[in-house]
């Protein structure tokens, strides 16, 4: 079984940004533990992007290094097809559905779909 460390800089590479993205902006960690991280795992980011350089701790705050501002820059950047088109966001992506399958939005989509008028 590999650890949570490996499980993060290879097959989840896409989550460091999203934790550097959530340190910047002072949010909660939710978002992770949405995308099936236990506490455990995101304590292993922590320290994972602490021994890269990419955040400081001090007295129990937690900020990102110039180095950890860079390769956030740099992720929202490289965002950006070669003709200005966008990607599409990490955390919106669904899985391709089956042939016999429908997709239902959730709820409050519907709602606030409604609320527009369409």
């Known amino acids: 079984m ?6 993060v800089s290879t097959d989840k590479s896409g989550d460091i940004k999203l934790f550097l993205r959530l340190i910047y902006h002072n949010a ?20 994972l992007a602490e021994k890269e350089g990419l955040i400081t701790i001090t007295d129990g705050q937690i900020a ?9 820059n740099k992720a929202a950047l490289s965002n950006l097809y070669d003709k ?19 997709y239902l939005p959730p709820r409050s989509t519907v709602r606030s779909l409604r609320r527009l008028g369409h």
């Open 28 to 47: 909660k960690l939710n978002p992770l533990l949405e995308r099936g991280y236990s506490y455990s795992q995101v304590a292993s980011l922590l320290n």
């Open 64 to 72: 990102l290094t110039d180095r950890g501002f860079n390769s956030l």
């Open 84 to 102: 200005g088109w966008i990607r599409p966001l990490e955390e919106e992506k669904v899985e391709p559905l089956g042939d016999n399958e429908l």
């Open 2 to 7: 590999a650890s949570p460390i490996s499980t």
